[in-house]
């Protein structure tokens, strides 16, 4: 078994709906923390998804909805969720260049010696 453990995205939202991360195929991927910091003058929430892969961002796969982020404030989210090879995390901020999210983790899978 191989693992990396690490930053696995980090980026200044959008606005719109981002795949942040899709777990590689025969890879099982365990979110660790995501951290959401808020970076403007006013007040942003973020909702953020775990998608199957035949699935898609509707209300049965939130983890977090429109949670406000105050300006200045950084939340973080511990998890220990196994995802399976498909899955996505997908996030939204409610405004533009507003939030700031990292996601770091431990990616597994078994490595093939020839």
Do not use: C
């Not at 939130?62 to 300006?71: A, D, H, P, R, S």
């Not at 498909?86 to 093939?112: C, H, P, R, T």
């Amino acid at each position: 078994m191989a693992e990396s453990l690490g930053i696995f995205d980090q980026r200044l939202l959008d606005g719109t709906v981002e795949t942040i991360y899709t777990v590689p195929a025969d890879h099982t991927f365990v979110p660790k923390t995501i951290s959401v910091t808020n970076y403007s003058a006013a007040s942003a929430t973020v909702t953020i998804w775990l998608v199957a892969p035949t699935d898609s961002n509707t209300d049965k796969n939130m983890i977090l909805k429109e949670k406000n982020v105050f300006v200045s404030e950084t939340i973080f989210l511990n998890t220990d969720i196994y995802l399976q090879a498909g899955y996505k995390i997908m996030v939204q901020a409610s405004a533009a260049s507003a939030l700031n999210f990292q996601l770091s983790g431990v990616d597994m899978w078994v490595e093939v010696v020839p």
